[in-house]
């Protein structure tokens, strides 16, 4: 199976317009129910395994959410209309992550599912010139604007599904 390219090589098209904000929103609304699709049927044990010292499948989930916490101060950063967006430091995620094992798919599911809903809503409620808003992304110094951090939440998320799609694909062959 193609494995997919490092996310830190990925180089997304900015500047999408305003008129691709709901296939947007729509995107990153789905996530956590294409990863119910995925998952849904998997063992606890096949979804903390790690393979190779990588990520268990739960530890994948436990990253879009604690990188889904990181997003609310980004689009406070586009309310207020900040010419610099904040940074998202991930140096604490790892202990987080290694609690996501002991966890129960659906909790963990339905944490990622409330959050993503109340995060959208507010995107949502963003008036036309936040929406409009352009910040300097703080690692990168590109121009950010929402539908471009949409994009990227999409974007990443469909990294992670890919890759968890290789993760239980993989544990499937091995049984066979």
Do not use: Y
């Not at 909790?107 to 409009?132: G, I, N, P, W």
């Amino acid at each position: 199976m193609m494995r997919p390219v490092p996310w830190n090589q990925r180089q997304l098209p900015f500047g999408r317009g305003l008129d691709e904000l709901p296939v947007l929103v729509e995107r990153v609304r789905g996530t956590p129910h294409r990863l119910r699709a995925l998952l849904q049927h998997r063992s606890p044990e096949a979804l903390s395994l790690r393979i190779s010292g990588k990520w268990s499948v739960m530890e994948h989930l436990g990253h879009l959410i604690t990188l889904q916490d990181r997003f609310e101060e980004r689009v406070t950063d586009f309310e207020l209309r900040r010419p610099r967006l904040c940074v998202i430091d991930l140096s604490d995620q790892d202990r987080a992550l290694t609690g996501q094992r002991g966890r129960s798919l659906g909790d963990v599911l339905e944490e990622l599912h409330l959050k993503r809903k109340a995060f959208l809503r507010r995107v949502e409620r963003l008036s036309q010139s936040s929406l409009l808003h352009v910040a300097s992304h703080p690692c990168k110094d590109r121009p950010m604007r929402p539908m471009d951090m949409l994009l990227w939440i999409a974007e990443h998320d469909d990294h992670h599904l890919a890759t968890l799609r290789g993760l239980v694909s993989g544990a499937e062959e091995d049984r066979t």
